[in-house]
């Protein structure tokens, strides 16, 4: 069975990664979370005293890069892919609400961008990679063998982050998590460096009253006539 690419793209909170990771494991493909690599940029930042409620110096960033390396590894009994920076997991760091609030601005930077996309495209060489986030079907795999587009109404984004974030004991309300979600919609979609776009070859998929397993099912029912389709090729 040929081995393709799979690009995953679509606004936050529309559940990108969990598609993404559950196609990986229903495939045996390696899975590569793009979102992830842009928010440990974010820690890094934040941590490192570079970036501050959302205000950054541009060449203070860039010239940080060198210094930041990114990888995954799995972890066996989470069942799950798990971000590395510098060698430290830092999963749990980048999955709060604060790195949520200034991921976009860092995200939006060009040389940020060209760095992370360079890493992204080698990890993608030799196929049999699932990789999800908001360019991925547009620059970084724009000759992927599938292309999804991940939506969902708001309000059940809303709902999704923000039951996610209590359920990982973050102090958050509702409106605060909307207005995020919002703002950084806006910013995405609205930023000069690859902003985010459904590709014109990709398949919409509104999530809004479907289940997990019902997303799956039509994910994998997508992928394998794509894979039945370039095997008469």
Do not use: H
Request: charged fraction near 30%.
């Amino acid at each position: 069975m040929k081995k393709v690419t799979i690009a995953i793209d679509g606004y936050s909170s529309c559940g990108k990664s969990t598609l993404a990771k559950e196609i990986a494991q229903k495939l045996n493909y390696r899975y590569v979370d793009s979102g992830a690599m842009y928010r440990a940029v974010t820690y890094y930042m934040i941590k490192n005293g570079i970036l501050k409620d959302g205000a950054y110096i541009k060449q203070a960033v860039v010239n940080e890069l060198p210094s930041i390396e990114i990888d995954f590894t799995f972890n066996k009994e989470k069942g799950i892919s798990e971000t590395l920076l510098n060698g430290n997991n830092i999963e749990k760091d980048i999955r709060t609400i604060e790195i949520s609030r200034q991921v976009s601005p860092i995200s939006a930077i060009e040389a940020v961008r060209t760095k992370l996309v360079s890493l992204q495209q080698k990890m993608g060489t030799k196929g049999a990679v699932v990789m999800d986030g908001r360019d991925i079907g547009t620059v970084v795999f724009p000759k992927a063998d599938v292309k999804l587009f991940m939506t969902a109404n708001m309000n059940i984004r809303a709902e999704r982050r923000y039951q996610e974030l209590l359920s990982k004991g973050q102090n958050v309300n509702f409106d605060e998590v909307k207005e995020s979600l919002n703002r950084r919609d806006y910013i995405d979609m609205n930023r000069d460096v690859s902003p985010l776009r459904q590709a014109k070859d990709a398949i919409v998929i509104d999530n809004s009253e479907l289940t997990r397993e019902e997303q799956l099912d039509l994910a994998l029912d997508i992928i394998n006539q794509k894979i039945n389709k370039l095997a008469t090729l």
